[in-house]
């Protein structure tokens, strides 16, 4: 547990002296929540204000958060034509994985705009291996694009080693709690990546090109009034983590939570902290840079 409310009361102790260090507040700011997990980044993206930082510049496995890159550097390159044949190698590549998948069909063609779907909303590793052999050209292409584009947007802290989050056999990837935030805000200026994130549930009919699909988001607060999204992940070394953002009065919040060790609890911790986070005005935390 990340004893935030202790420190924003000025209390200390040992355990807490050795935390990274929190968003300053100012006296008359209602005290933040407690929050849990190994790391919480909160922050106003419109203007790159920290409002809460715990751990937050920790490098750590970051699970199918990784499929946030995926998305926004698929709708970077793709265009509004593309289809995108799934092979049989994507559906064993999930199983082999023990990932959750989107339950693609080997041979259905899908545009790349329903199957961002497919790898949001059930955290599709089989939709993310699609798309990454799709526009890499090849899985191992496509890694190497992720990393360029996090060395673009100054994500300094962050290493993709697939295109979904699972762990491999040469290692885990890696980012942070800020990285992802930032990152997130990024993504979240794009009308469809929101439009994806913020979506409860989708169906695709039957047509015939593929069969019918109905996809679930595991985001339990994704559809409530101004919130976007944005992405559950977990891993057993990456315990649940959760990308959360939403507008409020006029203004974006984007957060992040890593390590978390009890998953309904994330969602309950998210939504404290966009509400809080929407009472504070955002003029006086400052980013920690």
Known sequence: MLATSALVSGLSSPAIARSAPTAVLASTERRAPEVFGRAVYLMDAANGKSLLDENAADRMPIASLTKVMTAYLVL??????????????????????????????????????????????????????????????????????????????????????????LPTSNGDGYSTARDQARLAAIALRDERFRTVTATRSHSLAESAEHRSYTWTNTNRIAGDPGVLGVKTGFTNDAGFCLTFAADRDGRRLVGVILGEEVSSRRFVTAESLLDWGGDRGGDTARDQV
């Not at 041979?107 to 089989?126: H, K, N, Q, T």
């Not at 100054?154 to 295109?163: F, K, P, Q, S």
């Open 76 to 165: 970077s390159e793709a265009k509004p034509a593309d289809t995108v044949q799934i092979a049989q190698q994507d559906a064993d590549y999930a199983e082999a994985g023990g990932g959750t998948t989107a339950d693609l069909r080997p041979g259905d063609r899908i545009p790349v705009g329903e199957l961002l779907y497919g790898l949001m909303l059930p955290s599709g590793a089989d939709a993310a291996h699609a798309l990454a052999r799709h526009y890499g050209p090849g899985v191992d292409g496509f890694v190497r694009k992720m990393n360029a584009t996090a060395h673009r947007l100054g994500l300094r802290d962050t290493l993709y080693v697939n295109a979904d989050g």
